[in-house]
């Protein structure tokens, strides 16, 4: 008998493999019931893979499929929903078989925010940590001020990071970690977590150890780990980095 | 304000044009990006997605009329909620399933009254099928053919009747 005969647990990389050829195989005889639904249809194969990404549909995680999904509802609206009714999973009971009550609850529903329905919101929630310390620095000033290059870019003096290094060293540390981390799983690291909690000291800390990425040509990676964002005029022409 | 705060607003409170949301246009406008930039303005709906998550908010996409909006997330929310909130009592969000439901069976984008009405086990389904329509979810044509209208995306999560089932047999699997 050879190791290929033994029987045991399928490893888990098969069992995704057979997953996801399953999904391949729905998503074929999908295809199928659109070219048989409508003589006129567009070859729709090569969006094949957006078919079997469907399955994993995350609105937060991706933006390509956003696209394919634009792109055929544009395009081909009648094959279109016939794609998406066709991707419906049914229950495990016949229609006609289920309570009104099993047919209500297998419908989910969402309910989509206006100005209309939802007169007050508070964009409070959304006030950046940087304009709260802003206040505070205005009131308080810091020993030591970062200066700005003429290209806009901070410049921080040897002197100023070692008192951010000494005051706030255990933040600096975690701050780092977190975009040393963001690079290595490629996560977006929440921004609230970086600045956002804590007291106004460990706030302020991380704010400075920002900077200090920043001076250290982190711009980048920090905008893309969801720390900063651009701020912008109301004529949507001037635009400047702003942490949060 | 900084580009998320404008992304988010615009979400809300639309353009005049529209009722909910915002087409991708309207926000590439909005941010001063260009066309070209269309992957930036995606990944910036990424990131607002995540703030409006913790805050029991979902970013969700009509694809008919390429519109982005701000959605309530019920997918926890008991039934008696569910019904409050969106003014869709019982007997209706059945009538609906059952529409997407006969149609996916079928292979066709229609359905009839008369398979509704056996599907529901109902005598008069009329009733619930001129308030889905008043709701602007279905269209219904003189000669009793229901279709789905756009405007059902803003209110049916079919990414979550998607992945319905395939939820639950994980949910099986993991207990």
């Known amino acids: 008998m050879t190791d290929l005969d033994e029987e045991g647990p399928v490893p888990k990389s098969l069992e995704e493999e057979i997953k996801k050829l399953e999904k391949m195989e729905r998503a074929f005889k999908l295809l199928v019931r659109l070219q048989e639904l409508n003589q006129d249809i567009v070859d729709l194969s090569s969006h094949v893979d957006y078919v079997t990404k469907l399955s994993r549909l995350n609105i937060t995680e991706s933006v390509t499929k956003f696209a394919a999904l634009r792109n055929i509802a544009s395009r081909h609206l009648e094959q279109f929903l016939a794609l998406l009714l066709f991707s419906v999973d049914s229950s495990e009971k016949p229609l006609e078989q289920m309570t009104e009550e099993e047919m209500a609850a297998s419908l989910r529903l969402m309910v989509p925010i206006t100005n209309k329905h939802v007169p007050v919101i508070s964009f409070d929630l959304f006030k950046t940590e940087f304009e709260k310390l802003e206040i505070t620095r205005q009131k308080k000033p810091l020993p030591l001020e970062p200066v700005y290059a003429e290209t806009g870019q901070p410049i921080i003096s040897e002197s100023f990071r070692l008192e951010i290094e000494k005051r706030f060293e255990e933040q600096f540390r975690k701050f780092r970690a977190s975009l040393i981390g963001y690079f290595h799983e490629e996560n977006t690291v929440p921004a609230n977590l970086i600045i956002g909690q804590g007291t106004k000291e460990e706030r302020i800390g991380r704010l400075l150890s920002l900077l200090y990425c920043l001076q250290n040509g982190l711009l980048e990676m920090a905008y893309r780990a969801g720390v900063l964002v651009i701020s912008i005029s109301d004529d949507g022409k001037d635009r400047m980095v702003q942490g949060i | ?175």
């Open chain 2, 1 to 175: 304000m900084n580009e998320l705060k404008k992304l988010v607003a615009a979400l809300i409170t639309g353009d005049s044009t529209k009722r909910v949301g915002a087409t991708t246009k309207v926000l590439l406008e909005t941010l001063g990006l260009a066309q070209e930039d269309h992957g930036q303005l995606m990944w910036l709906l990424g990131i607002a997605s995540s703030f409006l998550n913790r805050l029991g908010l979902e970013m969700k996409y009509n694809p008919f009329h390429d519109t982005w909006f701000v959605a309530l997330d019920l997918s926890e929310s008991s039934e008696e909620v569910i019904a409050k909130t969106t003014g869709l009592p019982t007997a209706l969000r059945a009538t609906l399933y059952a529409i997407i439901m006969a149609m996916r069976d079928s292979g066709k984008t229609t359905c009839s009254v008369e398979e509704i009405t056996k599907a529901r086990k109902k005598k008069d389904i009329k009733t619930d099928l001129k308030q889905l329509e008043k709701r602007e979810m279905i269209g219904i044509s003189s000669d009793g053919t229901i279709t789905l209208a756009s405007g059902i995306f803003y209110h049916v999560n079919f990414e979550d009747l998607y992945l319905g089932q395939e939820n639950s047999q994980s949910d099986k699997l993991q207990s």
